[in-house]
């Protein structure tokens, strides 16, 4: 089975609202790497994916736009972060799709299980052992960006303070979306370091 290709994903939010926070949006489409996502104007977060529909959360083909640059600096989708009531099932959906578990990290009281669609991560976080009701939500979305401080001078107040992310080497900022009217929680990353060829 040939792994699926996260292209697309619908969210929430105005081009204003986007275009606020940095973004380049064309019409209702703005490109992050290889992903396009569709704003549909709603008060929603992230509402659809273009993978097939699993574990409650829905598919929504989203036509490519084209590649532009935006000035936070924004140049992929590095992870879409889902929160799942039952990490198992929701496992065993993904897997369904055929996307296969990469790695899975304790983090206390939450426990993140770590799949790849593409270039992007899909980043499934639940309590260990639970067995919940109720279907998979997306929950946000981690941006790497060229230049992060370049983005906390664009987006000021706009943007929380830079500090060291739990991947070595790189930093993050997370996005105060509400202030911007964006129901979609969005924090901003810098590049993974380099590999020592070593």
Do not use: C
Request: no cysteine.
């Amino acid at each position: 089975m040939t792994t699926p290709v996260l292209d697309g994903l619908t969210a929430g939010g105005t081009p204003d609202g986007w275009g606020a926070a940095g973004f380049t949006v064309v019409g209702d489409r703005i490109r992050m790497g290889g992903v396009t996502v569709r704003v549909t104007g709603e008060p929603a977060g992230v509402t659809a994916w273009s993978l097939d529909a699993a574990d409650g959360l829905p598919h929504a083909a989203v036509e490519p736009a084209d590649v532009t640059e935006h000035a936070n600096t924004t140049t992929s989708i590095d992870h879409v972060v889902i929160a799942s009531p039952d990490l198992d099932r929701t496992t065993e959906a993904f897997g369904a799709l055929g996307l296969d578990l990469r790695r899975t990290r304790d983090a206390g009281r939450m426990e993140q299980r770590f799949f790849r669609a593409g270039e992007v991560i899909l980043e499934v976080i639940g309590r260990p052992g639970a067995h919940g009701e109720g279907p998979s939500t997306f929950w946000g979305l981690a941006l790497t960006v060229a230049d992060l401080d370049a983005a906390a001078r664009l987006l000021g107040d706009h943007l929380g303070p830079v500090t060291d992310a739990v991947q070595r080497g790189r930093r993050i900022a997370t996005l105060r979306h509400e202030r911007l009217g964006l129901h979609v929680s969005v924090a901003f990353m810098t590049a993974p370091p380099p590999r020592d060829p070593a």
